[in-house]
């Protein structure tokens, strides 16, 4: 497959640690007027709850899988299903545990933009790196702010992933204020900060050269629980 990704946009990543884009300019088509987009943004009602939260959160629920692609022969494939782990030095929070979260659905794997995107990303940055098999940790996230609690996309504070690139995409939000992504360089100071609000946009930022956090999210009307239903995928 021949990406029609502008490639500027992942040269500014590797240049400028960060850029902001969205589905349709990503993947070159009117992806948010597909029945695959549908489908694929009505999946995070189907997520599970994540039990590994050391601060008795009960505000994030997510689904997991790992990925492989091979940029030779445009291969993607999902692995077994298999635990989570980050040592204690990248995630202060939750690091040092086997994290079991609910897996990937099948279908959400097999949907035509999930794996038009992976792809693209996947031959985009080896042509800039020149690395030819990515592993990619895929996640369904949905950060709930409700009775008067505010949701934490990144409750282990600023941090780093471990990876080497991630892109955040957004797929729906309602009623609820924050929600902020910063950038840090390596000594922690802010470089670029951004709030998605608009269905399909996104951030692809490399990983190794930052630090990054999401502020809380927080319920504007009490009769309604706010939501944040981010995409975030990482290659490493």
């Known amino acids: 497959m021949e990406a029609v990704v502008p490639k500027k946009q992942f040269v500014d990543v590797i240049n400028n640690f960060c850029v902001v884009s969205n589905i349709d300019d990503l993947l070159g088509d009117s992806v948010l007027d597909s029945l695959s987009w549908k489908v694929f943004k009505e999946s995070w ?5 994540d039990e590994y939260m050391n601060d008795g959160g009960k505000y994030r629920k997510r689904n997991f899988c790992k990925l492989r692609y091979h940029v030779e022969d445009d291969s993607l494939w ?22 079991w979260f609910s897996p990937v659905k099948g279908e959400v794997f097999y949907n035509s933009v999930v794996n038009t995107l992976l792809k693209t990303m996947g031959s985009e940055l080896s042509k800039l790196t020149g690395q030819k098999t990515w592993d990619i940790n895929f996640y369904q996230n949905r950060i709930i702010s409700e009775l008067g609690e505010a949701g934490k996309p990144s409750p282990e504070g600023i941090h780093k992933d471990g990876v080497k690139f991630s892109i955040l995409l957004l797929m729906d939000r309602s ?32 990983d190794e050269p930052t630090y990054h956090f999401a502020s809380p999210i927080e319920q504007i009307s009490p009769d309604v629980a706010g939501k944040r239903d981010i995409l975030v995928v990482e290659f490493y």
Do not use: W
């Open 175 to 206: 009623n609820v204020t924050g929600g902020e992504n910063t950038i840090f360089d390596l000594d922690k100071k802010p470089i670029f900060s951004h709030t998605l609000t608009q269905e399909g946009e996104c951030i692809i930022f490399a």
């Open 78 to 99: 999902m692995k077994e299903h298999d635990f989570y782990f980050q040592p204690p030095s990248v995630n202060a929070l939750n690091g040092g545990l086997e994290r």
């Open 45 to 49: 009602s189907d997520l599970g709850l």
